[in-house]
């Protein structure tokens, strides 16, 4: 079976510093990878999504960015956090093509003081 | 611009009720729509998919209906129980680049009471 894994799950940044999440996919072969981000008041939001290794899809302008090094790891990141960066990150895989069911992992709560 | 609404935002039920969570969107060109449950603090977990051909799907106390042509879905649970407590979330499927992007609702918090 297909299980996913986020890590960390918690974290607190100061603002300023840099940013990396990862996301890995375990029982499954080239998946599609995403990345959402879900903020108080806003729902979720897709911010970037990945059909292969080395090509990721932005779909929110912003202060991050992703990039998928292997197969089935994913990995969002960001040089300077701001205050609004904020929020619960939710990686997620569906199997490659276009009608697939999507599968969330755990979650990163992450927190910018 | 495709918009998912769901309706109520919160729900308060007593143990043993059957009860119906409601989804609408503006745009019927959609490929599925899924419905997830999450539990404060935690990711989603997938309850039903239904296809665009498809008029609903069903898992064992649950049932989902979509009617693409009038926009609307909705998610029947029967019989709730205290551990259905959770916050309930609908996406829709739309076309971007090679994949799918879901479209989420705001979510309905179900609270069911022993």
């Known amino acids: 079976s297909q299980t996913i894994h986020q890590w960390p799950a918690t974290l607190v940044q100061p603002v300023g510093s840099p940013l990396s999440l990862e996301c890995t996919v375990e029982?499954?072969?080239?998946?599609?990878l995403y990345w959402y981000r879900q903020a108080a008041g806003r729902g979720l939001q897709l911010l970037f999504y990945?059909?292969?290794?080395?090509?990721i899809s932005s779909e929110v302008p912003q202060n991050l960015s992703a990039s998928r090094p292997q197969d089935r790891q994913f990995i969002l990141s960001s040089k300077k956090l701001l205050l609004s960066d904020s929020g619960f990150y939710l990686c997620a895989w569906s199997a490659a093509g276009f009608y697939n069911e999507q599968f969330f992992g755990p979650g990163t709560r992450l927190t910018v003081l | 611009k495709q918009e998912v609404t769901q309706i109520p935002a919160a729900l308060s039920v007593p143990e043993g009720e059957n009860l119906v969570l409601n989804c609408s969107f503006t745009d019927s060109a959609i490929y599925n729509l899924q419905w997830f449950r999450q539990d404060p603090g935690k990711g989603l977990t997938s309850l039903l998919l239904i296809q665009s051909s498809q008029r609903e799907q069903t898992s064992g106390r649950l049932n989902a209906s979509l009617d693409k042509s009038s926009g609307r879905s909705t998610l029947y649970i029967a019989a709730s129980q205290p551990g259905d407590s959770a916050t309930y979330l609908c996406a829709v499927l739309h076309g971007s680049g090679n994949t799918g992007k879901l479209i989420f609702g705001q979510g309905t918090t179900l609270q069911v009471k022993p």
């Open positions: 990945s059909v292969g290794i080395g090509q």
């Open positions: 029982g499954t072969s080239n998946p599609n």
